[in-house]
């Protein structure tokens, strides 16, 4: 079939009950000779994760704006177009964002074409032409170079590539390795994206593997399980005790408080010795005004996780607590969700609680690495108004209760621990609340 209006994909449907791969060969318009590569994609890639694939196939960084079109050029405004973030916010140009798209949603036959542009002022435009539709097989990577000829001009060189030819910007312009781009291509960036993380976390493994003491994380993460597995009931009942304390205690006929509206202090004691973060705690624990991890582990049951509501003097269950109660799976799952980061909240809490969960999830028994973490944000641009960089006290400090949550999802205490300590559970759970 040749370069005519597709139909019209629908964003957010998949285009066929099961995923093939698609042989494709991408080339340099108007390279001569030839520049080109032949790659084998996973039909259900979305077109960003495609765009992040033809990056490293042409060795280039990802530095400028890009688009996708179907039936006619990038800038033919009949053209049907899938834009990248920025170009979808600024709203200039009518088009689906591609993160909404399969491959296989805008190549479907032989003979279809697809055309990218990257760097609007470089104006690299290349055609995406499928030439055959072959099976998958268990494990089948997302994207794979199969061949290819020359090495591709590199960023911000089109002048002197139009002026002085390709000879003039690489050493050997005929030289292509397909083993050089499969090393790219086989980054856990692709095998997290397919397993639908948070978008923000994907950006930052990729971004921090750059830097000298990142790189491990997306190995890490990519070395978990595909499908995150819930512990057993028995060590949910362990790690979760605190909260189901609560829950039972409010069950029956709900938590008085005194007058001031805290919690009285026989029971300020009892919780003492069912919330992890009490293990490294100094004091008589009577008085919840002066217990501060008790109080902050109360409020996080009634505002963050909605478990508990107060009403005419005393803590009850909400309709989410009392289906929780006394069922450590469904109380798992609704932790899991209230810790998975939304979007709308303001980058720097998005992007540390990210941090957080990652190296949670694959910390299980060991202390959260905080002084890593601040030194990531930091990397990432962050840094106080006076220029000093992030520090491990700011992860406490910070308005998310992420990391509280983490540390208290383990066995009641016991002696002295760790403070930002990891359990087998609360790792279980970090990883969960990635997938949300």
Same mark, same amino acid.
């Given at each position: 079939?040749?370069?005519?209006?597709?139909?019209?994909?629908?964003?957010?449907?998949?285009?066929?009950?099961?995923?093939?791969?698609?042989?494709?060969?991408?080339?340099?318009?108007?390279?001569?000779?030839?520049?080109?590569?032949?790659?084998?994609?996973?039909?259900?890639?979305?077109?960003?994760?495609?765009?992040?694939?033809?990056?490293?196939?042409? =060795?280039?960084?990802?530095?400028?704006?890009?688009? %996708?079109?179907? =039936?006619?050029?990038?800038?033919?405004?009949?053209?049907?177009?899938?834009?990248?973030?920025?170009?979808?916010?600024?709203?200039?140009?009518?088009?689906?964002?591609?993160?909404?798209?399969?491959?296989?949603?805008?190549?479907?036959?032989?003979?279809?074409?697809?055309?990218?542009?990257?760097?609007?002022?470089?104006?690299?435009?290349?055609?995406?032409?499928?030439?055959?539709?072959?099976?998958?097989?268990?494990?089948?990577?997302?994207?794979?170079?199969?061949?290819?000829?020359?090495?591709?001009?590199?960023?911000?060189?089109?002048?002197?590539?139009?002026?002085?030819?390709?000879?003039?910007?690489?050493?050997?312009?005929?030289?292509?390795?397909?083993?050089?781009?499969?090393?790219?291509?086989?980054?856990?960036?692709?095998?997290?994206?397919?397993?639908?993380?948070?978008?923000?976390?994907?950006?930052?493994?990729?971004?921090?593997?750059?830097?000298?003491?990142?790189?491990?994380?997306?190995?890490?993460?990519?070395?978990?399980?595909?499908?995150?597995?819930?512990?057993?009931?028995?060590?949910?009942?362990?790690?979760?005790?605190?909260?189901?304390? %609560?829950?039972?205690?409010?069950?029956?006929?709900?938590?008085?408080?005194?007058?001031?509206?805290?919690?009285?202090?026989?029971?300020?004691?009892?919780?003492?010795?069912?919330?992890?973060?009490?293990?490294?705690?100094?004091?008589?624990?009577?008085?919840?005004?002066?217990?501060?991890?008790?109080?902050? %582990?109360?409020?996080?049951?009634?505002?963050?996780?909605?478990?508990?509501?107060?009403?005419?003097?005393?803590?009850?269950?909400?309709?989410? =607590?009392?289906?929780?109660?006394?069922?450590?799976?469904?109380? %798992?799952?609704?932790?899991?969700?209230?810790?998975?980061?939304?979007?709308?909240?303001?980058?720097?809490?998005?992007?540390?609680?990210?941090?957080?969960?990652?190296?949670?999830?694959?910390?299980? =028994?060991?202390?959260?690495?905080?002084?890593?973490?601040?030194?990531?944000?930091?990397?990432?641009?962050?840094?106080?108004?006076?220029?000093?960089?992030?520090?491990?006290?700011?992860?406490?400090?910070?308005?998310?209760?992420?990391?509280?949550?983490?540390?208290?999802?383990?066995?009641?205490?016991?002696?002295?621990?760790?403070?930002?300590?990891?359990?087998?559970?609360?790792?279980?759970?970090?990883?969960?609340?990635?997938?949300?």
């Amino acid at each position: 079939m040749s370069d005519h209006p597709a139909p019209s994909p629908t964003p957010g449907t998949t285009a066929g009950a099961s995923p093939t791969v698609l042989r494709i060969r991408i080339d340099l318009v108007d390279a001569h000779p030839p520049i080109w590569r032949r790659l084998d994609l996973r039909s259900d890639l979305t077109l960003d994760v495609v765009h992040q694939v033809i990056q490293d196939a042409f =060795g280039w960084e990802d530095a400028h704006l890009h688009r %996708f079109a179907v =039936g006619g050029s990038v800038w033919d405004r009949y053209a049907q177009l899938f834009l990248c973030p920025f170009d979808v916010a600024e709203g200039e140009d009518e088009g689906t964002p591609e993160e909404q798209v399969r491959l296989d949603q805008v190549l479907s036959e032989p003979g279809d074409v697809l055309r990218y542009v990257y760097d609007y002022g470089d104006d690299w435009q290349l055609t995406l032409r499928l030439e055959q539709t072959l099976p998958t097989e268990p494990g089948t990577p997302p994207a794979v170079c199969v061949d290819g000829e020359r090495a591709a001009p590199p960023e911000d060189s089109r002048f002197e590539y139009m002026n002085d030819g390709l000879a003039a910007l690489v050493d050997d312009p005929d030289r292509f390795n397909p083993a050089e781009v499969n090393e790219r291509l086989g980054r856990p960036w692709y095998m997290l994206r397919a397993r639908g993380l948070h978008p923000r976390l994907l950006e930052l493994v990729n971004m921090l593997s750059l830097t000298d003491d990142g790189a491990e994380l997306g190995t890490r993460l990519a070395a978990l399980p595909d499908e995150p597995t819930r512990p057993s009931d028995d060590d949910l009942r362990t790690a979760l005790g605190a909260h189901l304390w %609560f829950l039972d205690q409010a069950g029956g006929g709900g938590i008085p408080l005194t007058a001031a509206g805290y919690l009285r202090p026989a029971l300020v004691e009892e919780a003492a010795t069912w919330i992890p973060t009490m293990a490294d705690w100094i004091g008589k624990a009577n008085r919840e005004d002066l217990t501060y991890p008790v109080a902050a %582990f109360r409020e996080a049951l009634v505002k963050k996780l909605k478990l508990l509501r107060k009403f005419k003097g005393a803590l009850h269950l909400t309709r989410a =607590g009392a289906a929780a109660r006394d069922r450590p799976a469904v109380l %798992f799952d609704r932790i899991a969700v209230s810790i998975a980061p939304p979007h709308e909240r303001g980058r720097f809490t998005v992007d540390a609680d990210l941090l957080v969960l990652a190296y949670a999830a694959v910390t299980p =028994g060991g202390e959260l690495p905080l002084d890593r973490i601040a030194a990531h944000l930091t990397d990432l641009g962050y840094e106080h108004d006076d220029g000093q960089p992030v520090a491990r006290r700011d992860l406490r400090l910070y308005e998310s209760t992420v990391h509280h949550a983490l540390v208290n999802i383990a066995e009641p205490p016991s002696g002295r621990r760790a403070r930002s300590q990891i359990s087998a559970v609360a790792a279980a759970l970090a990883n969960a609340a990635l997938q949300h």
